[in-house]
């Protein structure tokens, strides 16, 4: 089984492109704090100080409750490398109880080591969302408030921070209706991609999920229930986007929404040169008048790769298509989706003709699937099925999600996919430009400087136990030697979903940003109670 499992991740495209997050994403409630935890589960003595302080949370009176036997899946999350085992697990049934224990933890002041870290669906890298023996709350288990769609003549849905963007999108078609921003992988909070940026194909245009917000209600780290807008409380509402969950717990979020196309033309098509590539990628993204989504992926040394498309995607020239051999080489595969009404599709479909004929890839790699708005927007759960079927889901997932300014784009290509990398079987390699134009300055988000700049995210699943390429050592290896080049050769890299292990090297990540982003964590969270698995801040604890 285990043979069968590691071919079929290896071999299958749809199966292998399990992305994001990232939204990419990604997931995901991010947290942490400057300690030096293991990353493994430590272990605790019944006598140690965090045994006794978790019995004064019972006192709280709460609608929902506080769990604190039976918690280890607090301590896993998708990227299955950071295990840190919590004192407590609370499920809120209302803001209240979030308010109220966060409160209750800050009141127990400096004396204190309990932390708080909000978990949306768990799909943290690098145990972000974890609380080495603190509070962790699951966010999903706050449904105060249902799904509310507005839709007058600037339409926006009011939802729980713990709502899944996948349930957004299924409520929202009832009405017509669908946010404009997405992550590439639904199964994810909305307080979580909130607290990151969340970026997909549609970015170029919309701008990430966190350009798309009108009001959040937030609870602080002093357990202070704040609603801000970009003109109402806006240092919070800034800070809260792309924060990183260091300033405050999302609990709602009104977000912008739009009418709901029914179908999907999605199309790939492949590139043998790299400059090629970037050109075609970024003429498209140049006007809203061409595709609605525009992304990228490296495929290296894969073996049958058009053969793989075919259960999903028709080719233009099936027998030019058959023909063409991708084993040995690296190729750039461009993917792109225009939306449309089943009443459009002859005019469609014309209008596809014309906007591909500007386009200069390899003429018989063109592949075309007309599929629902969900069918498309839901593609990568598809991959999760399978992989859960087979016992490939919960492994370690060592992802690399960089942001590459254009300037630097074509060196780090040359040697990245040239030298670093030999093949890409280990999972997706995503390559895709974004406008900076289209993105929030004011918001906690680092980007490059420069106005266009691509996401390059490296999907890694590792196969458990290997000690070969496809194991998890080789592809830490791998990753850090992408990052030391990044560094040395001076690209102006940032991360997307960044993860350090000191307060220096999160300096460096925010650079000219650094010193509002200290000041706004002592203005919002004072103590450094939030967010502990983030490592940037580090509770100081003093004598009683």
């Not at 430590?42 to 009176?61: A, C, D, G, H, Y």
């Not at 890299?493 to 000219?512: A, D």
Request: proline share 4%.
């Amino acid at each position: 089984m285990k043979l069968m499992a590691h071919g079929l991740l290896k071999n299958n495209d749809m199966i292998g492109r399990i992305l994001v997050t990232l939204l990419l994403t990604n997931n995901l409630y991010r947290n942490d704090y400057c300690s030096k935890l293991p990353s493994h589960t430590p272990s605790v003595s019944p006598q140690s100080e965090f045994s006794i302080l978790p019995l004064s949370l019972k006192s709280l009176s709460l609608d929902g409750h506080l769990c604190f036997e039976n918690i280890h899946h607090a301590a896993n999350d998708f990227g299955n490398r950071y295990h840190f085992l919590p004192a407590a697990v609370l499920y809120p049934k209302s803001v209240r109880d979030i308010s109220s224990t966060v409160k209750h933890v800050f009141e127990m002041g400096r004396t204190s080591g309990l932390t708080v870290a909000a978990r949306g669906h768990g799909h943290s890298l690098e145990g972000q969302a974890q609380a080495h023996q603190g509070v962790v709350i699951n966010m999903e288990s706050l449904q105060e408030r249902k799904m509310f769609f507005h839709t007058g003549e600037f339409p926006y849905v009011d939802v729980s921070g713990g709502e899944l963007w996948i349930n957004i999108l299924h409520e929202g078609l009832k009405h017509g209706l669908a946010p404009k921003s997405w992550t590439d992988y639904l199964h994810l909070t909305v307080g979580g991609t909130l607290s990151n940026a969340g970026i997909s194909g549609q970015a170029f245009r919309h701008g990430p999920q966190i350009n798309n917000v009108y009001e959040l209600e937030v609870v602080t780290g002093t357990g202070d229930i704040v609603t801000c807008t970009n003109k109402h409380n806006a240092d919070l509402f800034y800070s809260v986007l792309g924060g990183l969950g260091q300033f405050g717990i999302i609990t709602r979020a009104r977000i912008f929404i739009e009418p709901a196309p029914r179908r999907i033309k999605w199309i790939r098509l492949l590139y043998s040169d790299f400059s090629t590539f970037c050109q075609d990628q970024e003429h498209l993204i140049s006007s809203e008048y061409y595709f609605e989504y525009v992304e990228g992926f490296v495929i290296i040394n894969r073996t049958g790769l058009l053969n793989n498309w075919r259960s999903t995607f028709s080719p233009q020239d099936p027998l030019q298509a058959s023909q063409f051999h991708s084993e040995g080489k690296t190729l750039y595969c461009l993917e792109i989706a225009k939306y449309f009404n089943t009443e459009e599709i002859s005019t469609i479909n014309l209008r596809i003709e014309v906007l591909l004929k500007e386009l200069k890839y390899i003429r018989n790699t063109l592949f075309i699937s007309d599929v629902s708005y969900v069918e498309f927007l839901d593609r990568v759960h598809v991959s999760e099925i399978k992989l859960r079927e087979i016992g490939m889901w919960e492994v370690p997932h060592p992802w690399l999600n960089l942001l590459v300014p254009k300037s630097s784009v074509n060196e780090f290509a040359k040697e990245v996919f040239g030298n670093i990398l030999s093949d890409t079987r280990n999972g997706p390699v995503l390559i895709y430009p974004v406008n900076k134009s289209r993105w929030d300055n004011k918001t906690s988000m680092v980007t490059p400087q420069e106005d266009l700049f691509y996401l390059v995210a490296f999907l890694s699943s590792a196969v458990p136990h290997s000690t070969g390429s496809d194991g998890l050592e080789h592809i830490l290896t791998q990753n850090g030697r992408i990052l030391s080049f990044c560094d040395s050769s001076r690209l102006g890299v940032k991360q997307y979903l960044p993860h350090y292990n000191t307060q220096e090297e999160w300096k460096s990540h925010f650079g000219s940003k650094w010193e509002i982003f200290r000041k706004r964590k002592y203005t919002y969270d004072p103590l450094a109670i939030l967010s502990p698995g983030q490592k940037i801040f580090q509770k100081e604890i003093t004598d009683m």
